[in-house]
């Protein structure tokens, strides 16, 4: 049984930053590319962030690119999202997802080759 844990998520003022984590368990994880969405009250979920399984390949929404940073630790099943100079339209519920397919080349930002999911962690930027 694949489990996928977020935490890090609070409140923090526009400008600050928060470093996401989502532990895995359940799966050869290092396999797996991993990314990060997040939803917006009264919005679709949409694309942040994915890395690939060995970490050779990063991509990132447009929205973000220069201000968050994905990373991984293998050894720890751990993939991480370093957010710096947080706007509020940062605000969301942050979802981590395990891509479907082993050892996939490049990272894919739509949701439907990701087969499993975190419960989501609340990130509230005040202004």
């Known amino acids: 049984q694949v489990q996928l844990v977020e935490s890090g998520g609070g409140l923090v003022q526009a400008g600050g930053s928060l470093r996401l984590s989502c532990a895995a368990s359940g799966r050869a994880f290092s396999f797996y590319a991993m990314g990060w969405f997040r939803q917006a009250p009264g919005k679709e979920r949409e694309f942040v962030a994915a890395i690939s399984w060995n970490s050779g390949s990063t991509l990132y929404a447009d929205s973000v690119k220069g201000r968050f940073t994905i990373s991984r630790d293998n050894a720890k099943n751990t993939v991480y999202l370093q957010m710096k100079s947080l706007k509020p339209e940062d605000t969301a519920v942050y979802f981590c997802?395990?891509?479907?397919?082993?050892?996939?080349?490049?990272?894919?930002?739509?949701?439907?080759?990701?087969?499993?999911w975190g419960q989501g962690t609340q990130v509230t930027v005040s202004s």
């Open positions: 997802a395990v891509d479907s397919f082993e050892f996939r080349r490049t990272v894919i930002p739509t949701e439907r080759v990701y087969n499993y």
